[in-house]
């Protein structure tokens, strides 16, 4: 029986430092994501002199790529020579319990928000 209450003790304090090490990775995946679609972004500028929306750059072949448990967006500045972009990565399912890091961005001038959330 103590054995028992022991293993319970234990797994009362390992099983949350696991999910968070699980979102942990799963925010390190939506990352790369964001980043390969800033490549994408800066590839389709030296194409067109402009960033481009989300279509755009599927036509180009130029996709940002999925990650699970997040959805993707770009925002592209209305310009007609748009000049601005931001990427948003937002948490879905069980990964919105890391709640600090739940939307994620990355713009143009490589500024990562929230600071906290990208290690460098």
Known sequence: MIVMVVIGIIAMFAYPAYLDQVRKSRRAEAQKVL??????????????NTYGNATS???????????DFFTFDIAVSLASAATHYTLTATATGDQTKDSNCAVMTLDQSNVMSPAACWKR
């Open 57 to 67: 750059l599927a036509t180009e072949n130029l996709n940002m790529g999925t990650a």
């Open 35 to 48: 980043m390969a679609g800033q490549i994408g972004e800066e590839r389709y500028r030296s194409y067109f």
